[in-house]
Structures are given as structure tokens and as C-alpha cells.
């Protein structure tokens, strides 16, 4: 069994791309140390992010995340147990709608929304639900 939790929030302001490497790469070192996985989608302001991992450290980092001040309004969507990962190679998948060039940039993924819905496979409906309902209204 794997906790998984996630949450949506809204920025303080609209990231710039140097803002959003640099959420990534620290994402990337600090989950893979912590064994988390999960995904992060960002459109416009808005924040959606699922992490997957032992529930002590995923609601631990959850936590830190809530007291970050670079986001407010930090709300959690489902949190519970699932019998397997829904992003188990993704140290911190990401998504944004902005154009960038990231493929420099390992662990960063440009994906589309068909993609994305693809990987998801019906491995937790919860996770996959809250996900669609983002992509849907954000991520054309």
C-alpha cells in the first residue's frame, strides 16, 4: 500500500519559467530522497499536486508545503491509501501550460493532457479524478 495526497492551491504571483526550474530541481532531490512521487501541474496561477509515498513523510511534507509562502489557499482534495503508485518513475512530474524550453531538464516532462490522462490508467480513481477536473478546465 502507498499514501497519496492532493492538494490545489494558488500562487502568490504567475511563476516565471527560472521559478519553475527551480521548484522542479528541488523537487526532484528532495522527493527521490524521500522515496515520494507524484506529479505537479501548474496553469496560470493555480497549483495541482499529488504526492505518493509512506504516509508519515508524504503528510510531513505536506505540511512544509502548506507554510511555504510562494502559495496560499492550500486545500486538500483526497488523501488515502492505494494498492500502487500512479506515478512511480516520476521523482516530480510536471506540467505547466507556459511554453519553455525544458527538455534540458531531467525529471521534467511536456506533456500534454491526453498523455497525461494515458499514464493515469485507472490506478487510483480519486487521484485520477481530481487530475482529469484540473486538466480539463486548465490544460487545453
Known sequence: ???YLVYLSSANHLFSESELTGILNISRKN?????VTGILLYHEGSILQVLEG??????N???KIGKDSRHKNVIRMVA?????R???DWSMGFKTVANGEWAEYEGYLQLNADMLLSVLKKKNPRV???LKSFINTSVQ
Open 128 to 130: 485520477d479524478t481530481t
Open 31 to 35: 522527493n527521490s530522497g524521500l522515496n
Open 54 to 59: 509512506d504516509e508519515a513523510v508524504v503528510k
Open 86 to 88: 500512479s506515478f512511480p
Open 80 to 84: 488515502g491509501n492505494n494498492a500502487e
Open 61 to 63: 511534507l505536506y505540511n
Open 1 to 3: 500500500m502507498v499514501y
